[in-house]
Protein backbone atom coordinates (compact mmCIF):
# COMPACT_ATOMS: atom_id res chain seq x y z
CA UNK A 1 0.00 0.00 0.00
CA UNK A 2 1.37 3.00 -1.02
CA UNK A 3 1.07 6.39 0.70
CA UNK A 4 0.17 8.97 -1.69
CA UNK A 5 0.49 12.35 -2.06
CA UNK A 6 -0.24 15.18 -4.51
CA UNK A 7 1.44 18.43 -4.70
CA UNK A 8 1.15 21.72 -5.66
CA UNK A 9 3.58 23.81 -7.31
CA UNK A 10 5.86 25.80 -5.35
CA UNK A 11 7.39 29.40 -6.02
CA UNK A 12 11.21 29.15 -7.11
CA UNK A 13 12.56 30.44 -3.80
CA UNK A 14 10.38 27.90 -1.86
CA UNK A 15 11.71 24.63 -3.72
CA UNK A 16 14.14 22.27 -2.76
CA UNK A 17 15.92 19.45 -4.51
CA UNK A 18 16.23 17.51 -0.89
CA UNK A 19 12.80 18.50 0.82
CA UNK A 20 10.37 18.91 -1.84
CA UNK A 21 11.45 16.35 -4.26
CA UNK A 22 12.41 13.88 -1.54
CA UNK A 23 8.91 13.94 0.47
CA UNK A 24 7.40 12.77 -2.80
CA UNK A 25 9.50 9.80 -3.58
CA UNK A 26 8.14 6.33 -2.40
CA UNK A 27 9.26 3.13 -2.66
CA UNK A 28 7.45 0.51 -4.47
CA UNK A 29 8.77 -3.09 -3.39
CA UNK A 30 7.87 -6.11 -6.41
CA UNK A 31 9.14 -9.48 -6.44
CA UNK A 32 10.48 -10.86 -9.12
CA UNK A 33 11.76 -15.28 -9.31
CA UNK A 34 11.29 -15.49 -5.36
CA UNK A 35 13.56 -11.86 -5.27
CA UNK A 36 12.37 -9.15 -3.03
CA UNK A 37 13.46 -5.80 -5.02
CA UNK A 38 12.37 -2.30 -5.11
CA UNK A 39 12.41 0.88 -7.25
CA UNK A 40 11.17 4.40 -6.10
CA UNK A 41 8.39 6.27 -7.97
CA UNK A 42 8.59 10.39 -8.02
CA UNK A 43 4.96 11.77 -9.36
CA UNK A 44 1.88 14.41 -8.32
CA UNK A 45 -0.53 11.79 -9.34
CA UNK A 46 -2.29 8.80 -8.58
CA UNK A 47 -3.04 7.66 -11.95
CA UNK A 48 0.59 8.78 -12.80
CA UNK A 49 1.83 6.39 -9.66
CA UNK A 50 0.21 3.84 -10.44
CA UNK A 51 1.49 4.00 -14.15
CA UNK A 52 4.56 4.53 -13.08
CA UNK A 53 4.56 1.30 -11.08
CA UNK A 54 3.03 -1.33 -13.35
CA UNK A 55 5.36 0.34 -15.88
CA UNK A 56 8.22 -0.20 -14.27
CA UNK A 57 7.33 -3.40 -12.56
CA UNK A 58 6.98 -4.82 -15.96
CA UNK A 59 10.60 -3.56 -17.59
CA UNK A 60 12.30 -4.51 -14.02
CA UNK A 61 10.81 -8.04 -14.56
CA UNK A 62 12.82 -8.35 -17.66
CA UNK A 63 15.65 -6.46 -16.33
CA UNK A 64 16.29 -9.39 -14.14
CA UNK A 65 15.20 -11.85 -16.49
CA UNK A 66 18.28 -10.22 -18.35
CA UNK A 67 20.55 -10.20 -15.54
CA UNK A 68 19.56 -12.45 -13.35
CA UNK A 69 20.77 -9.94 -10.34
CA UNK A 70 19.55 -6.99 -8.58
CA UNK A 71 18.11 -3.91 -10.93
CA UNK A 72 20.07 -1.59 -8.86
CA UNK A 73 18.24 1.18 -6.36
CA UNK A 74 16.69 3.04 -9.24
CA UNK A 75 14.28 6.00 -9.21
CA UNK A 76 11.46 7.00 -12.16
CA UNK A 77 10.49 10.64 -11.86
CA UNK A 78 7.04 10.62 -13.22
CA UNK A 79 6.38 14.19 -15.18
CA UNK A 80 3.66 16.33 -14.61
CA UNK A 81 0.90 17.69 -17.05
CA UNK A 82 1.88 21.15 -15.34
CA UNK A 83 6.04 21.14 -15.91
CA UNK A 84 8.01 21.41 -19.33
CA UNK A 85 9.57 18.44 -20.30
CA UNK A 86 13.09 18.25 -19.16
CA UNK A 87 14.51 19.05 -22.72
CA UNK A 88 13.18 22.48 -22.13
CA UNK A 89 16.26 23.38 -20.35
CA UNK A 90 18.50 21.08 -22.33
CA UNK A 91 17.61 23.08 -25.20
CA UNK A 92 18.28 26.50 -23.07
CA UNK A 93 21.67 25.16 -22.16
CA UNK A 94 22.78 23.99 -25.53
CA UNK A 95 21.52 27.86 -27.24
CA UNK A 96 23.64 29.75 -24.30
CA UNK A 97 26.42 27.44 -24.72
CA UNK A 98 26.17 28.75 -28.97
CA UNK A 99 26.00 32.19 -27.75
CA UNK A 100 29.24 31.58 -25.22
CA UNK A 101 26.94 32.46 -22.28
CA UNK A 102 27.80 29.28 -20.09
CA UNK A 103 31.40 29.30 -18.54
CA UNK A 104 34.08 28.21 -20.78
CA UNK A 105 34.42 25.04 -18.18
CA UNK A 106 31.05 23.66 -19.35
CA UNK A 107 31.46 23.29 -23.19
CA UNK A 108 32.56 19.83 -22.68
CA UNK A 109 29.33 19.14 -21.02
CA UNK A 110 27.48 20.85 -23.89
CA UNK A 111 29.02 18.70 -26.06
CA UNK A 112 28.10 15.95 -24.07
CA UNK A 113 24.54 16.78 -24.07
CA UNK A 114 24.15 17.22 -27.74
CA UNK A 115 25.84 13.60 -28.07
CA UNK A 116 23.15 12.09 -25.75
CA UNK A 117 20.19 13.72 -27.62
CA UNK A 118 21.52 12.68 -31.26
CA UNK A 119 21.35 9.40 -29.64
CA UNK A 120 17.78 9.62 -27.67
CA UNK A 121 16.72 10.45 -31.46
CA UNK A 122 17.98 7.95 -33.13
CA UNK A 123 16.55 5.36 -30.41
CA UNK A 124 13.07 6.64 -30.82
CA UNK A 125 12.56 7.37 -34.01
CA UNK A 126 9.09 5.79 -34.49
CA UNK A 127 8.95 3.22 -37.56
CA UNK A 128 6.39 3.53 -39.95
CA UNK A 129 5.83 -0.32 -39.53
CA UNK A 130 5.32 0.31 -35.89
CA UNK A 131 2.80 3.26 -37.01
CA UNK A 132 0.14 2.91 -39.29
CA UNK A 133 1.15 1.54 -42.92
CA UNK A 134 0.04 2.97 -46.18
CA UNK A 135 -1.92 5.44 -44.34
CA UNK A 136 1.19 6.52 -41.91
CA UNK A 137 1.13 9.55 -39.57
CA UNK A 138 4.64 10.14 -39.07
CA UNK A 139 5.78 11.27 -36.05
CA UNK A 140 9.37 12.90 -35.77
CA UNK A 141 11.42 13.03 -32.88
CA UNK A 142 10.69 17.00 -32.37
CA UNK A 143 7.11 16.23 -32.01
CA UNK A 144 7.08 13.41 -29.71
CA UNK A 145 9.84 15.62 -27.38
CA UNK A 146 6.37 15.84 -24.56
CA UNK A 147 6.41 11.76 -24.42
CA UNK A 148 9.83 10.91 -24.74
CA UNK A 149 11.10 9.60 -21.75
CA UNK A 150 14.99 9.49 -20.91
CA UNK A 151 17.34 8.41 -18.35
CA UNK A 152 18.95 11.46 -16.49
CA UNK A 153 22.81 11.18 -16.00
CA UNK A 154 24.88 13.06 -15.99
CA UNK A 155 24.94 16.53 -17.33
CA UNK A 156 20.97 15.79 -18.06
CA UNK A 157 20.58 14.71 -13.82
CA UNK A 158 21.87 18.03 -12.76
CA UNK A 159 20.13 20.47 -15.37
CA UNK A 160 16.82 18.82 -14.94
CA UNK A 161 17.74 19.81 -10.88
CA UNK A 162 18.40 23.03 -11.60
CA UNK A 163 14.91 23.58 -13.55
CA UNK A 164 12.92 21.73 -10.72
CA UNK A 165 14.29 24.48 -8.47
CA UNK A 166 13.74 27.00 -10.46
CA UNK A 167 10.00 25.94 -11.02
CA UNK A 168 10.67 25.74 -14.39
CA UNK A 169 10.65 29.21 -15.03
CA UNK A 170 12.54 30.06 -18.23
CA UNK A 171 14.15 33.54 -16.70
CA UNK A 172 15.62 31.96 -13.63
CA UNK A 173 16.87 28.86 -15.25
CA UNK A 174 19.07 31.26 -17.91
CA UNK A 175 20.36 33.15 -14.61
CA UNK A 176 21.01 29.93 -12.77
CA UNK A 177 22.89 28.52 -15.72
CA UNK A 178 24.73 31.84 -16.49
CA UNK A 179 26.38 31.51 -13.37
CA UNK A 180 27.06 27.86 -13.17
CA UNK A 181 30.42 26.75 -12.78
CA UNK A 182 31.73 23.44 -13.31
CA UNK A 183 32.31 22.45 -9.58
CA UNK A 184 28.37 22.78 -9.27
CA UNK A 185 27.33 20.82 -12.69
CA UNK A 186 29.46 17.74 -10.98
CA UNK A 187 27.52 17.51 -7.93
CA UNK A 188 24.38 15.53 -8.39
CA UNK A 189 21.98 15.23 -5.75
CA UNK A 190 20.43 12.55 -7.05
CA UNK A 191 23.51 10.47 -7.28
CA UNK A 192 22.62 8.00 -4.10
CA UNK A 193 20.10 6.48 -6.96
CA UNK A 194 22.17 3.77 -9.46
CA UNK A 195 19.98 5.13 -12.45
CA UNK A 196 17.06 7.80 -13.08
CA UNK A 197 14.78 7.71 -15.69
CA UNK A 198 12.52 10.57 -16.66
CA UNK A 199 8.83 8.92 -17.35
CA UNK A 200 6.03 11.90 -19.04
CA UNK A 201 2.85 11.27 -17.26
CA UNK A 202 0.82 8.52 -19.08
CA UNK A 203 -1.46 10.86 -21.56
CA UNK A 204 1.50 12.61 -22.97
CA UNK A 205 1.28 10.72 -26.38
CA UNK A 206 -2.45 11.22 -26.72
CA UNK A 207 -1.91 15.17 -25.82
CA UNK A 208 0.98 14.63 -28.86
CA UNK A 209 -1.39 13.32 -31.82
CA UNK A 210 -4.12 15.38 -30.65
CA UNK A 211 -1.78 18.66 -30.76
CA UNK A 212 0.18 17.90 -33.68
CA UNK A 213 -3.21 16.88 -35.72
CA UNK A 214 -5.03 19.95 -36.42
CA UNK A 215 -1.58 21.69 -37.16
CA UNK A 216 -0.52 19.18 -39.57
CA UNK A 217 -3.52 19.60 -41.36
CA UNK A 218 -3.40 23.53 -41.64
CA UNK A 219 0.13 23.48 -42.65
CA UNK A 220 -0.32 20.67 -45.37
CA UNK A 221 -3.56 22.49 -46.49
CA UNK A 222 -5.60 19.22 -46.38
CA UNK A 223 -9.21 19.40 -47.80
CA UNK A 224 -11.99 18.64 -45.92
CA UNK A 225 -12.12 14.96 -47.35
CA UNK A 226 -8.54 14.34 -46.99
CA UNK A 227 -9.02 15.82 -43.32
CA UNK A 228 -11.87 13.64 -43.03
CA UNK A 229 -9.69 10.46 -43.96
CA UNK A 230 -6.66 11.10 -41.98
CA UNK A 231 -8.71 11.86 -38.84
CA UNK A 232 -10.38 8.54 -39.34
CA UNK A 233 -6.95 6.78 -40.33
CA UNK A 234 -5.57 8.21 -36.64
CA UNK A 235 -8.30 6.87 -35.06
CA UNK A 236 -8.06 3.62 -36.43
CA UNK A 237 -4.18 3.50 -36.13
CA UNK A 238 -4.40 5.33 -32.70
CA UNK A 239 -3.49 2.41 -30.39
CA UNK A 240 -1.17 1.09 -32.85
CA UNK A 241 1.07 4.05 -32.37
CA UNK A 242 0.38 4.49 -28.66
CA UNK A 243 1.59 0.28 -28.41
CA UNK A 244 4.38 1.07 -30.42
CA UNK A 245 5.98 4.39 -28.48
CA UNK A 246 4.72 2.16 -25.62
CA UNK A 247 7.45 -0.34 -26.66
CA UNK A 248 10.41 2.61 -27.05
CA UNK A 249 9.55 3.51 -23.63
CA UNK A 250 10.10 0.43 -22.09
CA UNK A 251 13.17 -0.22 -24.30
CA UNK A 252 14.67 3.21 -23.16
CA UNK A 253 14.17 2.21 -19.71
CA UNK A 254 15.60 -1.14 -19.79
CA UNK A 255 18.99 0.28 -21.53
CA UNK A 256 19.05 2.60 -18.91
CA UNK A 257 19.09 -0.19 -16.27
CA UNK A 258 21.45 -2.08 -18.15
CA UNK A 259 24.06 0.61 -18.42
CA UNK A 260 23.87 1.04 -15.03
CA UNK A 261 23.81 -2.43 -13.81
CA UNK A 262 25.47 -4.53 -16.08
CA UNK A 263 29.07 -4.44 -17.64
CA UNK A 264 27.38 -5.24 -21.01
CA UNK A 265 29.54 -3.64 -23.75
CA UNK A 266 27.39 -0.58 -25.61
CA UNK A 267 26.82 -2.42 -28.66
CA UNK A 268 25.53 -5.18 -26.49
CA UNK A 269 22.68 -2.99 -24.65
CA UNK A 270 22.37 -1.74 -27.88
CA UNK A 271 21.57 -4.79 -29.32
CA UNK A 272 19.52 -6.39 -26.16
CA UNK A 273 17.34 -2.93 -26.22
CA UNK A 274 16.45 -3.52 -30.26
CA UNK A 275 15.58 -7.37 -29.25
CA UNK A 276 13.71 -6.16 -26.41
CA UNK A 277 11.47 -3.29 -28.33
CA UNK A 278 11.05 -6.05 -31.02
CA UNK A 279 10.11 -8.87 -28.43
CA UNK A 280 7.14 -6.63 -27.16
CA UNK A 281 5.24 -7.18 -30.46
CA UNK A 282 3.69 -10.28 -28.57
CA UNK A 283 0.83 -10.63 -30.64
CA UNK A 284 -0.94 -13.34 -28.36
CA UNK A 285 -0.72 -15.86 -31.03
CA UNK A 286 -1.12 -19.36 -29.45
CA UNK A 287 2.39 -20.04 -28.86
CA UNK A 288 2.69 -22.19 -26.25
CA UNK A 289 4.33 -20.10 -23.93
CA UNK A 290 3.52 -16.62 -21.90
CA UNK A 291 4.53 -12.91 -23.36
CA UNK A 292 6.94 -13.23 -20.32
CA UNK A 293 8.60 -16.45 -21.49
CA UNK A 294 8.61 -15.57 -25.08
CA UNK A 295 10.14 -11.96 -24.44
CA UNK A 296 13.29 -13.45 -22.44
CA UNK A 297 13.26 -16.54 -24.67
CA UNK A 298 14.39 -13.75 -27.89
CA UNK A 299 16.87 -11.61 -25.41
CA UNK A 300 18.24 -14.85 -24.04
CA UNK A 301 18.85 -15.88 -28.20
CA UNK A 302 20.66 -12.22 -28.03
CA UNK A 303 22.77 -12.53 -25.23
CA UNK A 304 23.94 -15.64 -26.94
CA UNK A 305 24.68 -13.82 -30.13
CA UNK A 306 26.64 -11.26 -28.18
CA UNK A 307 28.83 -14.07 -26.19
CA UNK A 308 29.84 -15.51 -29.45
CA UNK A 309 30.90 -12.32 -30.82
CA UNK A 310 32.73 -11.49 -28.22
CA UNK A 311 34.46 -14.90 -27.96
CA UNK A 312 35.05 -13.96 -31.73
CA UNK A 313 36.41 -10.36 -31.14
CA UNK A 314 37.27 -7.95 -34.40
CA UNK A 315 39.81 -9.57 -36.50
CA UNK A 316 40.49 -7.38 -40.11
CA UNK A 317 40.65 -10.54 -43.11
CA UNK A 318 42.86 -9.73 -45.53
CA UNK A 319 41.33 -8.58 -49.05
CA UNK A 320 40.80 -11.41 -51.67
CA UNK A 321 43.35 -11.16 -54.43
CA UNK A 322 40.84 -12.53 -56.79
CA UNK A 323 37.01 -12.65 -57.04
CA UNK A 324 33.94 -12.29 -59.26
CA UNK A 325 32.22 -9.92 -58.66
CA UNK A 326 28.99 -10.66 -59.37
CA UNK A 327 28.58 -12.84 -57.05
CA UNK A 328 28.21 -9.56 -54.51
CA UNK A 329 25.23 -8.04 -57.14
CA UNK A 330 23.22 -9.68 -54.07
CA UNK A 331 23.96 -7.21 -51.63
CA UNK A 332 23.30 -4.26 -53.36
CA UNK A 333 20.73 -2.11 -52.00
CA UNK A 334 19.41 -0.21 -49.41
CA UNK A 335 19.84 -0.88 -45.61
CA UNK A 336 17.82 0.42 -42.44
CA UNK A 337 16.50 -0.04 -39.18
CA UNK A 338 13.85 1.92 -39.74
CA UNK A 339 11.76 3.70 -42.54
CA UNK A 340 14.21 5.73 -43.86
CA UNK A 341 17.88 3.94 -45.51
CA UNK A 342 20.74 5.03 -43.56
CA UNK A 343 23.23 2.60 -45.61
CA UNK A 344 23.80 1.37 -49.17
CA UNK A 345 25.90 -1.29 -51.36
CA UNK A 346 26.64 -0.06 -54.80
CA UNK A 347 29.28 -0.77 -57.23
CA UNK A 348 30.70 1.34 -59.60
CA UNK A 349 33.26 1.40 -61.97
CA UNK A 350 34.48 -2.62 -61.10
CA UNK A 351 34.87 -1.03 -57.31
CA UNK A 352 32.17 -1.74 -54.44
CA UNK A 353 31.10 1.35 -52.30
CA UNK A 354 29.29 1.06 -48.40
CA UNK A 355 27.54 4.68 -48.01
CA UNK A 356 26.15 6.13 -44.87
CA UNK A 357 23.64 8.84 -45.13
CA UNK A 358 24.91 11.31 -47.54
CA UNK A 359 28.53 10.92 -47.04
CA UNK A 360 31.28 10.17 -49.15
CA UNK A 361 31.09 6.69 -50.12
CA UNK A 362 33.66 4.05 -48.55
CA UNK A 363 35.66 1.75 -50.75
CA UNK A 364 35.17 -1.66 -49.50
CA UNK A 365 37.31 -4.77 -50.58
CA UNK A 366 35.73 -8.74 -50.54
CA UNK A 367 37.30 -10.79 -47.84
CA UNK A 368 34.67 -13.72 -48.80
CA UNK A 369 31.52 -15.06 -49.76
CA UNK A 370 29.25 -12.32 -47.99
CA UNK A 371 32.54 -10.35 -45.92
CA UNK A 372 34.03 -7.03 -46.81
CA UNK A 373 36.92 -5.07 -45.21
CA UNK A 374 37.80 -1.57 -45.86
CA UNK A 375 41.00 -0.21 -46.97
CA UNK A 376 42.20 0.64 -43.22
CA UNK A 377 41.54 -2.43 -42.15
CA UNK A 378 39.76 -0.84 -38.89
CA UNK A 379 35.77 -1.80 -40.43
CA UNK A 380 34.19 -4.94 -41.84
CA UNK A 381 30.98 -5.38 -43.06
CA UNK A 382 28.82 -8.92 -43.46
CA UNK A 383 26.03 -9.55 -44.75
CA UNK A 384 23.72 -11.66 -43.19
CA UNK A 385 20.82 -14.70 -44.54
CA UNK A 386 17.72 -15.63 -43.29
CA UNK A 387 16.61 -19.31 -43.94
CA UNK A 388 15.53 -19.27 -47.48
CA UNK A 389 19.27 -17.87 -48.12
CA UNK A 390 17.88 -14.57 -49.09
CA UNK A 391 20.10 -11.28 -48.14
CA UNK A 392 18.27 -10.12 -44.37
CA UNK A 393 20.85 -7.91 -43.20
CA UNK A 394 24.23 -6.51 -43.08
CA UNK A 395 26.70 -6.87 -39.40
CA UNK A 396 28.83 -3.91 -39.70
CA UNK A 397 31.87 -4.10 -37.20
CA UNK A 398 34.65 -2.67 -35.56
CA UNK A 399 36.98 -3.15 -33.03
CA UNK A 400 35.21 -1.69 -29.87
CA UNK A 401 31.44 -1.75 -31.50
CA UNK A 402 28.87 -3.46 -33.97
CA UNK A 403 25.76 -2.38 -35.68
CA UNK A 404 23.27 -4.81 -36.88
CA UNK A 405 20.90 -3.29 -40.37
CA UNK A 406 18.03 -4.66 -42.15
CA UNK A 407 17.52 -5.05 -45.60
CA UNK A 408 15.13 -3.17 -46.70
CA UNK A 409 14.03 -4.61 -50.21
Known sequence: MFLL?????????????????QELVELAPYEVADEQLSISVFARSRGDR?????????VMDHVFGTLEKSTGYGLVIVGDKREPHPMFV????????????IHPALQPAANELDAMIKEWEEKIEMDEDEGAGDDDFDLEFETLIPAIPLPLEGVASKLYQIAWV????ETRVEQRLEALTLTELESDELSAYDWVFFLPHKGALSDVIGEVLPKYMEQTKVNIFQAAAMRAA???FKPLIKGAFERIRKGMLYMTVLRSQSDYY???????????????????????QTERAFVLQKIEAQKAENAYLAA??????RPLDEFDLDIYEQFEGKYAKRKKATHRLFMKGGLIYWQYLERDPAQFHPAGDAVFVNGEGDMT??????EEGQVSGVMERWKDRRNKIPHRL
Open 234 to 236: VFA
Open 166 to 169: ESFD
Open 90 to 101: FQIFLEMSLEKR
Open 50 to 58: KYAVRFAEE
Open 266 to 288: ESDVDALMETYIQALKFDGRKRG
Open 381 to 386: IEFLFD
Open 312 to 317: HPFVAP
Open 5 to 21: TVSSALAADQRDIHSDF
